[in-house]
């Protein structure tokens, strides 16, 4: 039997896991729909209104799809640099391993 140590195993910390992937999907599409509801609010303030405010209704119905498939793809950055490995603390280990 060999009496090297081994090196504790790294254990990941729940505080620096990344966001799981369906909670941004929920979140990017949830801002997908609440600016497309904007925009369907522009179309109808378009033809209920006039002069500059329904110019600027018409603009905004026509900039807002290009703004939200931008955001809607978007994904949220991955920080590679956060994780931080944990080491266990287990004091009955080490009289095992002794």
Request: one cysteine or more; a positive charge.
């Amino acid at each position: 039997m060999s009496t090297a140590r081994r090196p504790d195993p790294s254990v990941q910390s729940v505080t620096t896991a990344p966001r799981k992937a369906a909670d941004d999907l929920n979140a990017r599409m949830k801002q997908y729909l609440v600016t497309m509801g904007i925009r369907t609010a522009c179309f109808v303030l378009a033809f209920l209104t006039s002069g500059w405010v329904r110019w600027t209704c018409v603009a905004l119905a026509v900039v807002l799809p290009y703004i939200a498939v931008v955001f809607a793809n978007a994904r949220s950055p991955r920080a590679a640099g956060r994780l931080a490995p944990v080491t266990p603390r287990d004091p009955h280990r080490r009289q095992i391993d002794s």
